[in-house]
């Protein structure tokens, strides 16, 4: 059943009071603590959209082999039977770009309510996993003022990620970066990097624009009153949080105004999933997939597609099953996805979805090279990255374009912001010029060279800040690439993918070559199969070291003709290189025809 904005907005509001915010300002809440605990055999996290607050909606992954995999009417059956079995309201509203089923459950359930239906959800063999469609909540502090003299993160020598030497190798031409965030207020200083995106949010008293999901990610504001998004939370200007984002990465610069970006030739595409107190899981899934280049249903084709996103976002508890698939999805496709570490002060594996596998986390450092008092931390970090801390000095925050208005748009401006949402573009900056510098660089080798290449922290951490301080001038010099000379080994042997079975391997000898395979070395791969997301396949080297081409994942679409780019320069071209393959799950098979390297 359909929700009433008035109500829906309610529910939001509540939600919201616990929801991780990932911002460095401490605040003190007042939770009102539901008084029913449901069966114990359903943990409260997963019957809540944020902690105190019960789900409205449930997000479900049926197994591969299951008809409401694939099939809308027979998952709406599905919901109706839980109905039946529970007395209580279940809907099927829509499937996600995962594969994954929308449920709603009605007005105002009680956590007790959504444990029953989460209960008959688990006791089906049809269903791989369910779970709450949680808030997620932006991630920025607020402060002050303008210019590249100003923007210490990207040049001093203390605790600067030291970008400038990597502009004499590449500012980021040909990559386009998503920030999934509150979308864009136009500004001036980023215009001329940004290319369309869209905005996911489908509940309009989230949205706040009028509309539900539509091709205009504009921001219209986030800004709320007190006890609005909670009881205890206090009024809030509108952040305009995407946009200060969006200018780190990518800001225009010599262009005699303003500030400059990262990765300034590089351009943003705004995918907006954040309104009024936040934005559900269910929008940021289907913005991570469209972004990569998946196909979401509703939704236009992406014109667009990013290699880098950006997601200075956040919420508590575990990584989900149903963000997990997204984020394989995505990387699979080949973009590579930089996550905040979050702003608690406390272990990162509590924050979603920077806990996830498949991300680059990143930690916030202050001025002096130490992580910031508020950053997360844990052996989950990946890198750290300037974040900002203006307690000292507004001047220590990061500099980026913002706008003056407290509720709708108004003039532009710039600001200081602090915390791990302005470490993360810096982040994702990186990647967009590793990505312009070697374009065949995949997501694990671009996480793996921004570690290898970060240096010690110059301050202290405590808890754990991943590999170090980012380097970018190092980084970009360590991954440019040899190109490819168009030399073609081939296997047309079509080899029988057994299902759920052991891995299948087709090997190929390649003989003539010289030194090692290059950076770009082209996989060709034709695969005949009846749901795809059951594959994993490997590439595997004459000295018997892997490399993962593709992951399991909910993708119940038919066969995998592509080419995957994979740096091998680290290889003797020289010997017999094997494709592996195997089925990971019951119900479908396929056929390998044949696959091919080029050199």
Known sequence: MRISPELRRKLISVAAVSAALLTAAPASVAVAQETAPGPAAVPAAQTEAAPGAPAERLIVGYKSGASEAKSDKAAAADAAAKAEKTG??????????TGAALVDLGTNPARADVADVVAQYEADPQVAYVVPDRLNKPTAVTPNDTDYGKQWDLFESTAGMNVPAAWDTTTGSGV?????????????????????????????????????????PADPGDWYNANECGAGIPASDSSWHGTHVAGTIAAATNNGKGIAGIAHGAKISPVRVLGKCGGYDSDIIDAITWASGGTVSGVPANTNVAKVINMSLGGGGACSSATQSAINGAVNRGTAVVVAAGNENQNVSNASPANCNNVIAVAATNRAGSRASYSNYGSLVDISAPGGETRTSTANGILSTLNSGTKTPSSENYDYYQGTSMATPHVAGLAALMKSANSALTPAQIESAIKANARPLPGTCSGGCGAGLADAAKTVQAVKGGSSTGTTFSSTTAVAIPDAGAAIESPISVTGRSGNAPSALQVGVDITHTYRGDLVIDLVAPDGSAYRLKSAASDSADDVKTTYTVNASGESANGTWKLRVQDTAAQDSGTLNGWKLTF
């Open 176 to 216: 386009t970066v998503a920030v999934i965030d509150t979308g864009y207020v136009t500004h001036s200083d980023l215009a001329a990097n940004i290319v369309g995106g869209y905005d996911f949010i489908a509940d309009t008293a989230v949205s706040v624009d009028g509309n539900g999901r539509d091709s205009n």
């Open 88 to 97: 209580e309201d279940v809907d099927f509203q829509r499937r996600l770009g």
